[in-house]
């Protein structure tokens, strides 16, 4: 079952950082999308800086963060990063996002 705040104690499973207004906006709409998927997401409410967000999401637990700035909101694309140690980071188009964290989460 998804999660619908941060405070929840089970593991997040995904963190997403929002790089800039837009991106942010966009990021809470993945937010959304992926726990109505079933996957426990959250991420920075607060527009702080990437290695912030970056360190939130590694305190929080995450397993996988999604990364979305501008430029990759002008590609149509996010950045799908494995959180876990030596993990890759690859830019999928946005209607693949979904599968790629599911993918990753096993």
Excluded: T
């Amino acid at each position: 079952e998804a999660l619908d705040c941060c405070c929840c104690e089970a593991p997040l499973q995904a963190y997403g950082i929002g790089l800039g207004a837009a991106a942010h906006k966009s990021m809470a709409g993945w937010i959304a999308r992926l726990r109505a998927a079933g996957v426990a997401a959250d991420m920075d409410y607060e527009g702080r800086s990437f290695k912030a967000q970056m360190r939130s999401a590694n305190k929080r637990g995450a397993l996988v963060a999604l990364i979305l700035g501008d430029d990759e909101l002008g590609k149509g694309e996010v950045v799908v990063k494995d959180m876990r140690e030596g993990g890759a980071q690859k830019s999928v188009p946005v209607a693949e996002a979904l599968d790629a964290v599911r993918a990753l989460l096993g």
